[in-house]
């Protein structure tokens, strides 16, 4: 069941967009699923952020109500496990259902590891899809279209090649800023956002541990949402409670922002 919460943006519902949050925990946190996030779009079509580490994005999005054949687009930000590692499971349970479709799209790089992952682990898969399954490289800049939608994607600091993401609906502006250390990009792109989505690996006593492994602290996602003007702040890629109390990493991020700031939990929903 999907669970309301904070709300961005106008009451009235029709130029507005919504963020279902199936997974917000880091690669390590037992408490919650890992990372993946679902927008509905128009057509009845949903687009996916992410796909997990494994199955936890099969059970989540029952748990959330919405169909696999239902997923016609998916961005996946980086090859790290937590946000790439579901790929395999969620084609695999694809592929018997004759009407889905879907459309990978990543950077290039990105894309590129995810086929070979998947000729390791399940080959066969992408004939097994055929016509069905196309891929698409991202350029950063650049948009594309996803339904209703315009995604544009620029570059984050994590390490690796990594994408955040600009989403626009009408009016309406999301911006997730998946895995990364502070960034320009970050505030470039999150300009006037109704809603930055941002991740937030510690308190900022522990920043130097945070950049790292290529993450930020909470006061650091307040203080880009601050100077990016966003008018709403979600955080999420938690860690699990004993290293990171989510009450506190809000309050921090509070602080550097000047508003209120959410803590999403999976299943989560937030209009934008």
Same mark, same amino acid.
């Given at each position: 069941?999907?669970?309301?919460?904070?709300?961005?943006?106008?009451?009235?519902?029709?130029?507005?967009?919504?963020?279902?949050?199936?997974?917000?925990?880091d690669p390590l946190n037992e408490e919650r699923a890992q990372t993946?996030?679902?927008? !509905?779009?128009?057509?009845?079509?949903?687009?996916?952020?992410?796909?997990?580490?494994?199955?936890?994005?099969?059970?989540?999005?029952?748990?959330?109500?919405?169909?696999? +054949?239902?997923?016609? $687009?998916?961005?996946?930000?980086?090859?790290?496990?937590? $946000?790439?590692?579901?790929?395999? *499971?969620?084609?695999?349970?694809?592929? *018997?259902?004759?009407?889905?479709?879907?459309?990978?799209?990543?950077? *290039?790089?990105?894309?590129?590891?995810?086929?070979?992952?998947?000729? &390791?682990?399940? !080959?066969?898969?992408?004939? =097994?899809? #055929? +016509?069905? /399954?196309? =891929?698409?490289?991202?350029? *950063?800049?650049?948009?594309?279209?996803?339904?209703? $939608? +315009?995604?544009?994607?620029?570059?984050?600091?994590?390490?690796?090649?990594?994408?955040?993401?600009?989403?626009?609906?009408?009016?309406?502006?999301?911006?997730?800023?998946?895995?990364?250390?502070?960034?320009? &990009?970050?505030?470039?792109?999150?300009?006037?956002?109704?809603?930055?989505?941002?991740?937030?690996?510690?308190?900022?006593?522990?920043? +130097?541990?945070? $950049?790292?492994?290529?993450?930020?602290?909470?006061?650091?996602?307040?203080?880009?949402?601050?100077?990016?003007?966003?008018?709403?702040?979600?955080?999420?890629?938690?860690?699990?409670?004993?290293?990171?109390?989510?009450?506190? /990493?809000?309050?921090?991020?509070?602080?550097?922002?000047?508003?209120?700031? #959410?803590?999403?939990?999976?299943?989560?929903?937030?209009?934008?």
């Amino acid at each position: 069941m999907i669970h309301e919460v904070g709300m961005a943006g106008d009451s009235d519902r029709s130029g507005v967009g919504r963020v279902i949050f199936l997974g917000t925990g880091d690669p390590l946190n037992e408490e919650r699923a890992q990372t993946c996030l679902a927008v !509905p779009l128009a057509a009845d079509e949903t687009m996916l952020i992410d796909v997990s580490g494994g199955i936890d994005v099969l059970r989540q999005l029952t748990a959330a109500g919405i169909p696999l +054949e239902k997923v016609r $687009h998916l961005f996946v930000t980086h090859r790290h496990f937590d $946000h790439a590692g579901g790929l395999a *499971p969620f084609l695999v349970a694809l592929t *018997p259902l004759s009407h889905a479709s879907l459309t990978v799209h990543a950077l *290039p790089e990105t894309l590129r590891a995810l086929r070979e992952l998947l000729v &390791s682990t399940i !080959p066969g898969v992408e004939d =097994w899809m #055929g +016509e069905r /399954l196309r =891929w698409e490289g991202l350029t *950063p800049g650049q948009p594309v279209r996803a339904g209703d $939608h +315009e995604v544009i994607p620029f570059e984050v600091d994590h390490g690796i090649e990594c994408a955040g993401l600009r989403i626009t609906r009408g009016g309406s502006v999301l911006v997730y800023a998946a895995d990364t250390r502070p960034a320009p &990009s970050i505030v470039e792109y999150a300009r006037d956002a109704d809603l930055l989505v941002h991740e937030a690996y510690s308190l900022q006593d522990g920043a +130097e541990q945070a $950049h790292v492994f290529g993450h930020s602290t909470a006061a650091e996602a307040g203080t880009a949402a601050r100077r990016a003007g966003a008018k709403c702040l979600v955080l999420t890629h938690i860690r699990a409670s004993r290293f990171a109390d989510p009450v506190a /990493l809000a309050k921090e991020a509070e602080a550097a922002f000047g508003r209120p700031v #959410g803590v999403a939990w999976d299943l989560d929903a937030f209009d934008f």
